[in-house]
């Protein structure tokens, strides 16, 4: 028995006058005439019938989060809608694209239609984030009756037809099924004939459409024949490879390794056939021309009604940027860019590794801090560009001094590290190195005497883990300098006086806050097209009874070490959301104040409790709160930090990923970060114009974060040659001196008050 038409349409849109015109439009059909001549073009003589016969169902829903309510309700009670019309700008909730994503999370079959004007996303924008497929259309606007009574008619059709070929496909399957069973001692290729042809016909041949459409290779292996041939290859996969379809047809997937035969990630494909498992490698492949890629490879068995597999699917990705991007980043992460030696990330890591094996073995390790003696006066007389040139050499003969097991990092400036495991005195090799750094130099045509002062200490005398040793050898070092430089020094323990003054500034910490010494100062962040102030980050500041201005880097790290740091943290958080919150009321500030949440708080498993007690207390609307996280943070427990930021997201705080490019990122759990910016690290600006590696990192992490739709942000801007680039490369927001200092509140208000354009493009 045919069942009725589904008609059933639902619209989604803020405003109601679009739902009343759309009520004309799809009730009315002012000319009927126009439409049933379009749809017996599409559709034959017998959809014009059913189509005057049956009039449209039309449900309306004002934001996304109703319209999903609604598809749910409609699926429960067995009368799903047939398409949905959904607006892309609906304030204050869900866009379009969030919409579309969550109503086919209810319902897959859903024929839907985006309603957008020119200037809301394009379609390129739309199928990055969406995974687009044939169920759904863009609507432009202003709309035309017309066009959307013909879009209603034609997609309500579609749903139907669809459901139609999937009753059709079940019937014939178990046609097949049952003649399988009468005939299972038949000419089994004539029953793979038919299935081939019958499903191919009528229940595949969407599929078929949208493999050929796919941005992603894909290609069939046959399992049933010797060394497993490709069967099949879509059109991305030529693109990819540069094969023709004709040329790989035949022939082993091996094609495409090069002489890459025996790596681990073909190794592991190949298990995944042979148990007829699903599962996905990364492999070194190689294009026609030679030309060498990294792909990733997805696997997954066909099986026929025997469940027999007899086929394999592989869907081909080529990451190869993904891949680049990774390891430059990698590269930042562990190594410096101007001398390639490990930096401090790397050289922890190194000096926890030395001193576990020393533990076992019962040796030693001794870890050198080595300190220029005259490299501000060279870097201050000779600039920047004779600076970076004695710090390469400088690099150079130090790995010249040590063995080849031995590690030489910069830790920044002019400070380097060496590690040495111990068989016997180092005061030779410690001598040695003072005295081959202290030959001269030649810089901008003329020799220069540099000199070090170097401190040393040993394991497992001085210290039993990295962070006691690297900080008694800069206290050794500190010995050096105040005995007349050039020289090196053992630690000694009465070296600690430099730990008495931490001591004594963390007493100091503890009673700022009862004594009310604590305020947050204001940096704008800058619109570079208006040069308009879109939000401002709070930064706090200590007023020392005797030290005076005291800046954050000289007291949040000891803080950060003890619970001083939560306490700070919350006082931070409550006094930016209150200023930001006084500032509305008086007119003054209509952006977000930014937040940075430490790693200690972010460990609170109530700071999504904390920030909502705020801001129901201070009054201040979640939107004008935005929390920066750190990368190295964020990606110390993943799957936490996307749990925490939709937590935020859904009370309405804005999330930034703060000194991006400092880490190592996962790409893959970045894409599912459902953050709103990336801030490019205020490191990357000292070298972005001069340092080739620091401009590409750059540059690519601008175009990752625009290509995951995020806003991106420069910190630490300070000169109008990186603003020149940082411009060019498309960078959407900037933070700086260059453009103002963290300011005092009163000062900061007088700053918005004014008007100012603060940067001109």
Partial sequence: MNRPPNRRILLIDDLPSIHQDFRKILSNSASPSELDDVEAALFGTAAKAAAGADGFELDSAYQGQEGVAKVSESLRQGLPYAMAFVDMRMPPGWDGVETVRRLWQEDPRLQIVICTAYSDYSWDEVVAQLDVCDRLLILKKPFDNIEVAQLANALTKKWDMTQQAEVQRDHLEEQVRSRTAELKHANEALLEQVIERKLAEQALRLKHEAIEASINGIFLINNRLPDNPIEYVNPAFERITGYASDEVKGRNIRCLLGEDQDQPGIRAILEVMRDGREGHEVLRSYRKDGTPFWSECYVAGIRDNSEEITHFVVILNDISEAKRLEELLHNRANYDTLTKLPNRLLMMDRIAEAVAKAQRENGRVAVAFVDLDRFKFINDSLGHDAGDVLLQEIARRLCECVRESDTVARLGGDEFVILMEMAGDVSPVMQRIVDRIGQPVTLAGEEHAVTCSIGVSVYPQDGRDAETLLKNADTAMYQAKEIGRNSFQFFKDDMNARLNERILLETDLRHAMERGEFELYYQPVIELRGGTIIGFEALIRWHHPSRGLVLPNSFIPIAEQ????????????????????????????????????????????????LVQRVLLETGLAPGLLELEITETLSMQEPRRTIEFIEKLKAIGVKVAIDDFGTGYSNLTYLKKFPVDKLKLDSSFMSEITSNKDSMAIASAVIDMGHSLNLTVVAEGVEQESQLSLLCARGCDLMQGHLFSPALPADEFAALVRSGRKLVRI
Avoid: H, K, M, Y
């Avoid at 977000?592 to 708080?601: D, F, G, H, I, T």
């Fill in 562 to 609: 003890s619970d001083l740091i939560l306490r700070i943290g919350e006082w931070v958080l409550r006094q930016a959301c209150t200023q930001n919150q006084t500032w509305v009321r008086a007119g003054i500030s209509t952006v977000p104040v930014l937040v940075n949440l430490s790693a200690r708080q972010f460990d609170r498993q109530d700071i999504v409790r």
